[in-house]
T-cell receptor
Framework: GENVEQHPSTLSVQEGDSAVIKCTYS??????FPWYKQELGKRPQLIID?????GEKKDQRIAVTLNKTAKHFSLHITETQPEDSAVYFC?????????????FGKGTLLTVNP | DTGVSQNPRHKITKRGQNVTFRCDPI?????LYWYRQTLGQGPEFLTY????????KSRLLSDRFSAERPKGSFSTLEIQRTEQGDSAMYLC?????????????FGPGTRLLVL
């Protein structure tokens, strides 16, 4: 099965700084990597995802990079704002293919200080 | 609201009782997933359906857990003889199942507390 490791577990930055969260996965067949943001008491919401046929994807202040050889992918948030404060989860599908039974990392609590 | 919905949002029960949760996926999504999330952890996969067929169950899903999706639309998750260790947030997600559209959309969850 898939094993997903996420670091750091907590991250505190000043408003306007960048934040980077890293994940590693074990299943070389994994081909889809989403990132979810979860605010306290709310549902996980997809913020960006990447497929294995590209190395980087960007959406405004958020970007994800993927290194398939090293089996790791990272979330980059630039110009952080207080509303970015939340728990962020990376995920990878178990067993590859198209089933997308996701294995999640343990999460990173991001705090953006005004 | 066309998103994934779950009911009830909260459930408090006594150990040994049975509970049932409902999930209504996004209309026309043929894949439906159940996850469990405990405090400080990411969601853990429990089971998933393609239409009405339950295609996989996690080892986390003991014999006391059963899930159904009788008509390929809404799904129910039942826990029999609840234990305190069952206390968690139970999340449902759905996806279209189409190639290139793998995004799983989560419901708000049902928070279960077993006393």
């Amino acid at each position: 099965g898939e094993n997903v490791e996420q670091h750091p577990s907590t991250l505190s930055v000043q408003e306007g700084d960048s934040a980077v969260i890293k994940c590693t996965y074990s299943d070389s067949a994994s081909n889809y990597f989403p990132w979810y943001k979860q605010e306290l008491g709310k549902r996980p919401q997809l913020i960006i995802d990447i497929r294995s046929n590209v190395g980087e994807k960007k959406d405004q202040r958020i970007a994800v990079t993927l290194n398939k050889t090293a089996k790791h992918f990272s979330l980059h948030i630039t110009e952080t704002q207080p509303e970015d404060s939340a728990v962020y989860f990376c995920a990878a599908p178990r067993g590859g293919g198209s089933n997308y039974k996701l294995t999640f990392g343990k999460g990173t609590l991001l705090t953006v200080n005004p | 609201d066309t998103g994934v919905s779950q009911n009830p949002r909260h459930k408090i029960t006594k150990r040994g009782q049975n509970v049932t949760f409902r999930c209504d996926p996004i209309s026309e999504h043929n894949r439906l997933y159940w996850y469990r999330q405990t405090l400080g952890q990411g969601p853990e996969f429990l089971t998933y359906f393609q239409n009405e067929a339950q295609l996989e169950k996690s080892r986390l899903l003991s014999d006391r857990f059963s899930a159904e999706r009788p008509k390929g639309s809404f799904s129910t998750l039942e826990i029999q003889r609840t234990e305190q260790g069952d206390s968690a947030m139970y999340l449902c997600a759905s996806s279209s199942g189409l190639a290139g559209q793998e995004t799983q959309y989560f419901g708000p969850g049902t928070r279960l507390l077993v006393l």
